[in-house]
């Protein structure tokens, strides 16, 4: 009969995870975050609720799809240091406080972050000094399959000017330098085998054997 040590032994070692996706605007990565949190529950992973100063769009609700801010009710927040990573994007303030990823990753919760490459470098940064989230951190570049691609799913979205397009364009080429930083990098081609691709890096991350203290 196994004994209480038997099963200490043999017992798994949960891992809680942070999932990072990182890429250019356009290239499918916030449709792709939808899916693994419509795939998942939110006992097994939910997205983290960033901030913004922006405007919300369409049916965008406050404390579900962002916390919308004021400009220095955001500021305030960063000169109090709660923020894990904030950073200035296509002229708009963005942070995710500190507090809802460490807390929930010190609770064994899997956690899901969608930010561009500034955020990813502070995260990444803070990372070096966290055990914890060291621990946690798995990150991925999601790639446009071409630059042509990209410039057609930017204008089929039909939410930006014509020179904001060229102006994110822009702002892409600059992004997609960065995906050697990642872990994974993901071509996007087919949304369903994209999504496929996505959860398997997740679940595969859940297995990996934990280094022993």
Known sequence: MNTAADE???APSPRPLLLLVS??????????CD???AFFPPAVLRRVVTCTTRAPRGTERDGHDYHFLARDAFEREAAAGNFLEHALVHGNRYGTRRSDVLDALRAGNDLLLNL????ADSVRAAAAGDPVLRAA???MF???PSRAELRRRLAGRGTDHPDEIERRLRVAESEMQMRWRYDYCLVSGDR??????VKAVY???KMRVPARP
């Open 203 to 205: 679940l595969a991350e």
């Open 35 to 37: 899916r693994m949190t």
């Open 8 to 10: 200490a032994e043999f």
């Open 137 to 139: 951190l798995v990150s």
């Open 142 to 144: 999601i790639l446009p």
């Open 23 to 32: 890429g250019p605007a356009g290239c499918g990565k916030t449709t792709l």
């Open 116 to 119: 561009d490459v500034q955020g």
């Open 192 to 197: 369903e085998a994209d999504f496929e691709r």
